[in-house]
C-alpha cells in the first residue's frame, strides 16, 4: 500500500510517500481502506519535532495522522462488518498511522458514516468535531441561554463548536477576521467579533464559557469577560498550568483538555451530521501525494474549517 512516512522531525520534506505492507488487524480492530483522511494543527506540530513528537519518535515506520474516513474489509470486531462506511479518530494520542491506504484501527473508536455526507466531510469531523464535543458536552456544562465565546470560531474545531454551542441552546460570540463574518453567523452564532478591529473588553461581558483554541493574550482578554465561576477550557499543547492558574486568580474555572478517541461520541456527532444539526466546511482538499502542501496550508493558520486528503 502507498503510505507516507515521517523520516524524522523537520520540514515537510520529511513527509515521505513509500510503498509498505498492508497491516493486519488485531482482535477487536477493523481494517479500513481509507477514502479520506484530515490534517491538523497537531499533525504539522509533530511532523516538526512538537506536539506528539516525542511520545512516537521510536516508532518505525512512523506514520502520522488520526483522522479518517473509509470503507471496512476485514473485520475482527462484532461492532462493524465488512463494507461498512465508517469514520473516526484513531489511536489518539498514540500512533494513529493513517496517512495511508490502509489502517487498522480500533473498532471502538469508530463509528458509522452518515450515508448522506461525503467522505471528506466525515474525515473532517473527527478529531476536531471530537476536540469541540469533548469541550462543551463533556467539560462545560452548558445550559440554554449560557453566553458562549469561540475564539477562531471559522477554524477547525472553532466551526464546529459554533454548531454545537447552538444545538446545546446557548447564546454564541464568535471571534474571527472579518473576511469570516459570514462564515460564523451562517454556522448560527448570535454575535461576530472582529478580533483585529473589536477589543473583547469593549464589546463582550458576562460569559458563562469561553473555548480557547489560541492560547496566549487570548486567555488575558478572554477572563476580563467572564462571570465568577464561568469556566474556560483551552486547547492549545502547554497552557495546562497558565490557563488554571491565571482563571483561578479571577475566580473562574480553567482547564486544559487533549481529546481522545471515542466511538461512542463519534456516534453521537454521526448522528448530528445525519440530521444536518452539525455541517463540515472542508475549505481545500488534496490527493495523497501532495500531503506535503496539505500540511503547509494548515501552517498557515488561516484555514476556514478543515483540510482534507484524498486516498
Sequence with gaps: MKAVV???AGSVDNLVLTELPVPEPAETEVLVKIKAISINPVDVK?????GRYNILKEENPLILGWDISGVVVASNSPLFKENDEVFGMVNFPGHGRAYAEYVAAPAAHLALKPANISHEEAAAATLAALTAWQALVDHASIKPGHRVLIHAAAGGVGHYAVQLAKNLGAYVIGTSSAANRD???????????DYHTQPLVQHVSDVDFVLDTIGGDVIDQSLEVMKPGA???SIPSGLREAVTVKAEAKGINGFFILVASNGAEMGSIAVLLE??????????????EEIQQAHLQVE??????????RV
Design 6 to 8: 515521517l523520516k524524522g
Design 46 to 50: 509533530t511532523r516538526a519535532g512538537k
Design 183 to 193: 462564515v460564523i453567523l451562517g454556522l448560527g452564532a448570535d454575535e461576530h467579533i
Design 300 to 309: 498557515t493558520g488561516r484555514t476556514v474549517g478543515k483540510v482534507i486528503v
Design 275 to 288: 440530521q444536518g444539526r452539525l455541517r463540515s466546511i472542508v475549505s481545500k482538499t488534496f490527493p495523497l
Design 231 to 233: 469556566t474556560i477550557i
